[in-house]
């Protein structure tokens, strides 16, 4: 039998519901693979956490995640806590603790999923974005001079080291030749004349070992008017930190809103764990009402499974989320439905109970 050993990490708001049903459907994939378990550990931190004891996540916090095998994220931010001391002490501590380099967001209109797209099909919108997700525009470096002053000036350096710009661009050419894609690079070169221009040479040096694999370049302000008028040129996309965090919230708006969006921060080396979350925040304005959607979530431990080598449950998961919104009965609010977050997991793993039984 091989044990999965998961940190859990529910978080604030919302995180706590909707992550337990992403656990639900674990916990049914593996009742139907006895050679399967997962074995889980709870961590209280998040913004709560932090108004009650002045940080984030414990001093030896990273020392403490670097024995698991993934981190189940739930979701941060609480009302008080502003939101640069919830991303940079806690999420992107561990995204630059574990050198998560690469996230992954699926934008993928699946099955029962609404498009705001006017007469968009559904297998146009089917988009996988790899986010540089260790420097760039997240660096952290700069300076605040001359604070509270009529001279005050703010610095906000992007870096982008040569290893870190050409690791992402290659892992995205890698996938893309893996999975018979085209591959798309989103900069803004014109403008900026030192980074993205840095970043729109090391794509095309790269590219040069990948001549199988179909390349675009776009940019970002182009590849946002794109995504909307003609979203099936993008199949494989490789950007930056800033870019790929803003144009995959649109991308969510594309394949179903916000409550179907997941993402992964992926060591690939797997020298250190790896994350996967919802990105759908924290909502405090709804927690603890069982009305929050659980679907990322859900998503997110279909990541999780992929990324552990079990692709055939990963999409076993997916196909129960379709499954999920095709037939309508059992959704939340946000979809117009009257059902409980619980019940919403409720179904998806009775979903993938059923589908299990009719391929066995």
Same mark, same amino acid.
């Given at each position: 039998?091989?044990?999965?050993?998961?940190?859990?990490?529910?978080?604030?708001?919302?995180?706590?519901?909707?992550?337990?049903?992403?656990?639900?459907?674990?916990?049914?994939?593996?009742?139907?693979?006895?050679?399967?378990?997962?074995?889980?550990? =709870?961590? %209280?931190?998040?913004?709560?956490? =932090?108004?009650?004891?002045?940080? !984030?996540?414990?001093?030896?916090?990273?020392?403490?995640?670097?024995?698991?095998?993934?981190?189940?994220?739930?979701?941060?931010?609480?009302?008080?806590?502003?939101?640069?001391?919830?991303?940079?002490? /806690?999420?992107?501590?561990?995204?630059?603790?574990?050198?998560?380099?690469?996230?992954?967001?699926?934008?993928?209109?699946?099955?029962?999923?609404?498009?705001?797209?006017?007469? &968009?099909?559904?297998?146009?919108?089917?988009?996988?974005?790899? +986010?540089?997700?260790?420097?760039? $525009?997240?660096?952290?470096?700069?300076?605040?001079?001359?604070?509270?002053? $009529?001279?005050?000036?703010?610095?906000?350096?992007?870096?982008?080291? +040569?290893?870190?710009?050409?690791?992402?661009?290659?892992?995205?050419?890698?996938?893309?030749? +893996?999975?018979?894609?085209?591959?798309?690079?989103?900069?803004?070169?014109?403008?900026?004349?030192?980074?993205?221009?840095?970043?729109?040479?090391?794509?095309?040096?790269?590219?040069?070992?990948? %001549?199988?694999?179909?390349?675009?370049?776009?940019? &970002?302000?182009?590849?946002?008017?794109?995504?909307?008028?003609?979203?099936?040129?993008?199949?494989?996309?490789?950007?930056?930190?800033?870019?790929?965090?803003?144009?995959?919230?649109?991308?969510?708006?594309?394949?179903?809103?916000?409550?179907?969006?997941?993402?992964?921060?992926?060591? %690939?080396?797997?020298? =250190?764990?790896? !994350?996967?979350?919802?990105?759908?925040?924290?909502? %405090?304005?709804?927690?603890?009402?069982?009305?929050?959607?659980?679907?990322?979530?859900?998503?997110?431990?279909?990541? /999780?499974?992929?990324?552990?080598?079990?692709?055939?449950?990963?999409?076993?998961?997916?196909?129960?989320?379709?499954?999920?919104?095709?037939?309508?009965?059992?959704?939340?609010?946000?979809?117009?439905?009257?059902?409980?977050?619980?019940?919403?997991?409720? +179904?998806?793993?009775?979903?993938?109970?059923? /589908?299990?039984?009719?391929?066995?």
């Amino acid at each position: 039998m091989s044990t999965y050993k998961i940190a859990v990490i529910p978080g604030d708001g919302i995180g706590q519901e909707v992550l337990q049903e992403g656990i639900k459907v674990l916990n049914k994939i593996a009742e139907l693979d006895n050679s399967l378990q997962f074995e889980y550990t =709870y961590f %209280p931190w998040g913004c709560e956490y =932090y108004t009650k004891h002045g940080v !984030m996540m414990d001093e030896d916090g990273i020392e403490k995640l670097q024995t698991f095998d993934a981190i189940f994220l739930g979701a941060v931010g609480y009302p008080g806590v502003p939101d640069h001391i919830s991303l940079w002490d /806690l999420l992107l501590k561990i995204r630059k603790g574990f050198d998560q380099y690469i996230n992954i967001r699926p934008i993928k209109l699946i099955k029962g999923a609404t498009c705001p797209l006017k007469d &968009v099909k559904r297998e146009e919108v089917d988009m996988l974005f790899i +986010r540089e997700n260790s420097e760039g $525009e997240y660096a952290g470096a700069g300076d605040w001079l001359f604070k509270g002053q $009529e001279n005050e000036v703010v610095l906000q350096t992007g870096v982008f080291s +040569r290893k870190g710009t050409e690791r992402v661009i290659r892992y995205a050419f890698e996938t893309a030749k +893996r999975e018979g894609k085209s591959l798309t690079s989103i900069s803004k070169g014109n403008a900026l004349n030192y980074s993205m221009v840095f970043w729109d040479q090391i794509f095309a040096e790269v590219s040069k070992e990948y %001549p199988d694999v179909k390349t675009a370049s776009y940019l &970002v302000d182009a590849a946002a008017m794109l995504m909307i008028t003609d979203p099936k040129r993008f199949e494989v996309v490789v950007t930056s930190n800033l870019f790929g965090d803003i144009l995959t919230d649109l991308g969510a708006a594309l394949a179903g809103g916000i409550g179907l969006a997941a993402g992964a921060n992926i060591n %690939p080396e797997r020298k =250190y764990p790896s !994350m996967f979350e919802p990105i759908h925040g924290s909502a %405090p304005d709804i927690a603890g009402k069982g009305l929050a959607n659980p679907l990322a979530a859900i998503w997110s431990a279909s990541q /999780l499974l992929d990324f552990l080598g079990y692709e055939h449950y990963g999409k076993l998961v997916l196909k129960a989320i379709e499954e999920v919104l095709v037939e309508g009965k059992v959704l939340t609010h946000d979809m117009k439905g009257k059902a409980t977050t619980s019940e919403v997991g409720d +179904r998806a793993a009775e979903i993938i109970q059923s /589908l299990a039984s009719i391929k066995a």
